[in-house]
C-alpha cells in the first residue's frame, strides 16, 4: 500500500517537474445535455477573433454565455457613459461585474481604438486584411479495433476559415471518425462527413446572414435551439439569454445543425425579423417495413456496413422565422416553424416510455418568448404549442437581494404529448418531453473573489421514462464554492441526486441515491500552473457502490514552449459510481471522459508555437485498468486494460 501511495505522489510531482502554468480548474461536469463539445467549439472560434467591447452589440454580448442579461446592459450602459472603454478593468467599477466574471470574459473581448465600419471594404482589401486559419489534427489509437470497422483506427479532421472582424466568417471542414473509410468504399470523396458555411453580421441592417450549414437558437430553446443547450449550472451564471442567435457550422459533430440559410434584419430600432430554410439528410433507423423510421441517429458514426447503411437515408426540410421586439427592459418575440419529412416517424415500436415518440410526415411548433430586465429583476419565459395542441412552458425570475445576493426561481412544463423535433432548452429528463420541475437557486458573494453557488431541483415525471414502470420524480441538488486569494484558486462541489428507477421485483420502483464531491485546489505564476483535484462518488440503489479519483495537472509554459502532465488514480466498485475527469488536449477538442474500475490515466501535452504563425502540438494519453473484466465485445480497449492514444494537431495562420 506504501509503495503504491509514495508511486503515485511521485507520479504528481514528476509531472509537474515537466510541465507547470495555468490550466481551468472548474470543468462543466453538471452539464447534461450532452452539448458540451459543440460550446468549447464555439467558445474557442470567440477566442480566436476577440469580440471589440466598444463596437460590439447587444447581440453580441449576449451570444456569451459567461454574461447575465443584467451584465451585458450594464457593459452597454458604461460604453454610452463613457464613451469608450481604454482597459478592461474599467469593467470592475461595473456593480454587477466581479473578478471572477472578468477573468472568465477576458479571453473573449478586446478594445480597439476606433470603432469599425459597418460597411465592407472591396473584395481585394477584404482578403487582404483578414484573417486566414488552417488547423488539421490525426489521433492515432496504439491498440486494435473490431475487424468490423470498414476503415482504419485513425480519426482526423481538417479546417479552413477565413475572417475578417466580426463581420465576415467562412469556415470549410472534413472529418473522419475512427474506423470510417477515407477514400474507398461510400466515401470515395475523402471524408465522411464535409461542412461549410458563409456568416456575415452587421452589415447596415442585415445583423446577420448565413449560407450553407449554420445553427439557430430562439427563445428559451423550447422548440427550436440546436446550438449548445442550457445545463443548470449555466442557468446559474447566464441566466438563460433569450436573444436571437445564428451561429456558422464548421464542427466536427455531423448532427444538430440546419442545411440553407438564414438571416436576421433591423425592420427598426428594437425590431427585428429573422427567416430560415433548411433542406439536409440524416441518419435514421427504420423498422422492419424498411419505409418507416424508428429513429433518428445522432451520433454521425459510419464504422460498419450496418451503420453506413443507415446513413443519410431520410430528408429532412425545416422552414420559419422569429421576430424580435426590445424596448425598455421588454422583450418579446414570436417564433414558428414547419417541419417535414420525407419517410413517416414511427417510433412507437411497443415500449410504453415511447408511447408518445414523434409520429408523422409532417410537424409545426410555434411558440412566444418574452422577458423584462431592470436593475435587479430579470424575467423571461416561453410558451409554445405543437401540432398535437400541447401547451408547454418555460418561466424564470432573478432578483438581486443584495449586491452580493441574488435568488433564481425557474418553473418548467412539458406534457408528455409535446412534440417538438428541434427544442433544447433545461430538462433533467433529457428532452423536453414529459417534465413538470420547479427549480430554486441562489448567488452569494460571501467575500471578495469567492463565489457560493447552490440550487435545488425537483421533477415530476407523469409518463413512464426509460428503466421506469410509473410515474417518477428526481430531486437535483448542489452546492458548490469557488474562491480566489492570489495565484490560489479553489473549488469545492457537492451533488446529491435522488432518482426513482426500475426495481427487480415487477412493477416496483426504488430510489437511487447519488452523491458526487469533488475539491480541486490549483496554485498559478506567470510560467507555472498546478492543480490537484480528487472527487468521490456514494451510490445506492437495493445494493451500494462507490468511488473515488485522484488527479494532478501541471503545466509550464516559458516563451514558445508549453508543456502539460496529468496523472491520475482512479478506484470504483461499478460502472454507476463512475468519475470524470478533464483531459487537456489539442485546439477545439474537449475531452471529458469517464472512469470506472481501478487504473491508472496519464498524459503528456506538448504545445510549440514556432511564429506567431505557425502551432504544433502534440499529445499522448495513456489509460491502464488493474481490474476491468475482459470481453471480446468492448470496441474501447485491447484486451480491456490498457489504451494509448497520440494526437498531433497544426495551425497555421496566414
Known amino acids: 500500500m506504501m509503495r503504491s501511495v509514495f508511486f503515485i505522489l511521485s507520479s504528481f510531482f514528476l509531472s509537474a517537474s515537466v510541465a507547470r502554468a495555468q490550466w ?66 474599467e469593467l470592475l467599477l461595473i456593480p454587477s461585474l466581479d473578478r471572477q466574471t472578468l477573468s472568465r470574459l477576458t479571453p473573449f473581448v478586446t478594445l480597439l481604438p476606433a470603432k469599425q465600419s459597418p460597411s465592407l471594404p472591396p473584395f481585394r482589401d477584404l482578403l487582404r486584411h483578414g484573417r486566414h486559419t488552417l488547423l488539421t489534427d490525426l489521433r492515432v489509437p496504439l491498440s486494435h479495433r473490431p475487424a468490423a470497422y470498414l476503415g482504419s483506427s485513425t480519426k482526423h479532421w481538417i479546417r479552413y476559415t477565413f475572417r475578417y472582424g466580426q ?47 449554420y445553427r439557430l437558437r430562439f427563445g428559451m430553446g423550447l422548440i427550436l435551439n440546436n446550438s449548445y443547450g442550457f445545463g443548470k449550472l449555466a442557468t446559474m451564471t447566464a441566466l438563460m439569454n433569450s436573444s436571437t442567435h445564428i451561429f456558422g457550422h464548421a464542427s466536427r459533430t455531423e448532427s444538430n445543425y440546419l442545411q440553407g440559410v438564414a438571416g436576421t434584419i433591423r425592420i427598426c430600432r428594437g425590431l427585428d425579423l429573422t427567416a430560415f430554410a433548411s433542406y439536409r439528410k440524416i441518419d435514421a433507423t427504420l423498422n422492419k417495413d424498411s419505409v418507416s423510421v424508428a429513429t433518428i441517429l445522432k451520433s454521425g458514426y459510419h ?30 418575440g414570436l417564433t414558428g416553424y414547419y417541419a417535414s419529412f420525407n419517410r413517416k416517424l414511427k417510433m412507437d415500436k411497443g415500449q410504453t416510455y415511447r408511447r408518445w415518440y414523434p409520429y408523422g410526415y409532417d410537424f409545426y411548433n410555434f411558440s412566444v418568448d418574452y422577458g423584462y430586465l431592470s436593475r435587479k429583476l430579470n424575467i423571461s419565459g416561453e410558451t409554445a404549442t405543437d401540432k398535437n395542441n400541447q401547451i408547454a412552458t418555460i418561466n424564470m425570475i432573478s432578483y438581486e437581494l443584495t449586491p452580493r445576493f441574488t435568488l433564481i426561481a425557474l418553473q418548467r412544463y412539458y406534457p408528455y404529448k409535446y412534440q417538438a423535433l428541434f427544442a433544447n432548452s433545461i430538462a433533467e429528463g433529457g428532452s423536453v418531453n414529459d417534465e413538470s420541475a420547479a427549480f430554486l437557486g441562489a448567488k452569494w458573494l460571501p467575500w471578495n473573489g469567492a463565489t457560493l453557488t447552490f440550487y435545488s431541483d425537483f421533477s415530476y415525471f407523469a409518463w413512464p421514462k426509460y428503466n ?27 451533488r446529491m441526486k435522488i432518482k426513482e428507477l426500475k426495481g427487480q421485483k415487477e412493477n416496483s420502483l426504488v430510489k437511487k441515491f447519488d452523491h458526487r464531491a469533488r475539491l480541486a485546489i490549483s496554485y498559478q505564476t506567470q510560467t507555472f500552473y498546478l492543480a490537484t483535484q480528487a472527487d468521490i462518488t456514494f451510490i445506492r440503489k437495493e445494493t451500494a457502490s462507490n468511488g473515488y479519483m485522484i488527479n494532478q495537472t501541471a503545466r509550464w509554459q516559458h516563451k514558445w514552449l508549453k508543456l502539460i502532465g496529468t496523472v491520475g488514480y482512479f478506484n470504483t466498485t461499478s460502472y454507476d459510481a463512475r468519475v470524470y475527469c478533464y483531459d ?54 485491447s484486451n480491456n486494460s490498457n489504451r494509448t492514444d497520440i494526437e498531433m494537431q497544426l495551425r497555421w495562420k496566414f
Not at 62 to 67: F, G, I
Not at 308 to 330: C, D, K, V, Y
Not at 484 to 489: E, L
Open 468 to 494: 421506469t414502470a410509473s410515474s417518477t420524480n428526481r430531486w437535483d441538488n448542489l452546492i458548490q464554492l469557488d474562491a480566489n486569494k492570489g495565484p490560489w484558486d479553489f473549488l469545492l462541489r457537492y
Open 303 to 332: 464504422r460498419t456496413i450496418s451503420e453506413m447503411n443507415r446513413r443519410r437515408n431520410t430528408s429532412e426540410i425545416l422552414a420559419g422565422g422569429h421576430i424580435n421586439w426590445i424596448s425598455n427592459g421588454f422583450h418579446i
Open 24 to 89: 481551468v480548474l472548474a470543468t462543466p461536469e453538471t452539464v447534461d445535455d450532452g452539448t458540451m463539445e459543440q460550446l468549447y467549439e464555439d467558445l474557442s472560434d470567440r477566442a480566436a477573433v476577440p469580440l471589440d467591447l466598444n463596437s460590439a452589440s447587444r447581440a453580441d454580448l449576449e451570444a456569451l454565455p459567461c454574461l447575465t442579461p443584467q451584465q451585458v446592459m450594464d457593459i452597454l450602459e458604461y460604453r454610452d457613459r463613457v464613451q469608450h472603454i481604454e482597459t478592461l478593468s
Open 584 to 637: 487537456p488536449g489539442l485546439l477545439y477538442t474537449f475531452s471529458f471522459p469517464s472512469f470506472y474500475g481501478k487504473g491508472v490515466k496519464m498524459s503528456t501535452n506538448i504545445r510549440a508555437d514556432v511564429s506567431s504563425k505557425l502551432t504544433l502540438i502534440c499529445n499522448c494519453g495513456y489509460v491502464h485498468y488493474v481490474n476491468r473484466p475482459t470481453t471480446t465485445s468492448n470496441v474501447e480497449y
Open 167 to 213: 463581420q465576415v466568417s467562412v469556415g470549410v471542414a472534413g472529418a473522419k471518425d475512427e474506423g470510417e473509410p477515407f477514400f474507398k468504399g461510400r466515401n470515395k470523396y475523402g471524408y465522411d462527413f464535409y461542412t461549410g458555411y458563409v456568416l456575415l453580421k452587421d452589415i447596415g441592417r442585415l445583423q446577420a446572414l448565413a449560407v450553407g450549414r
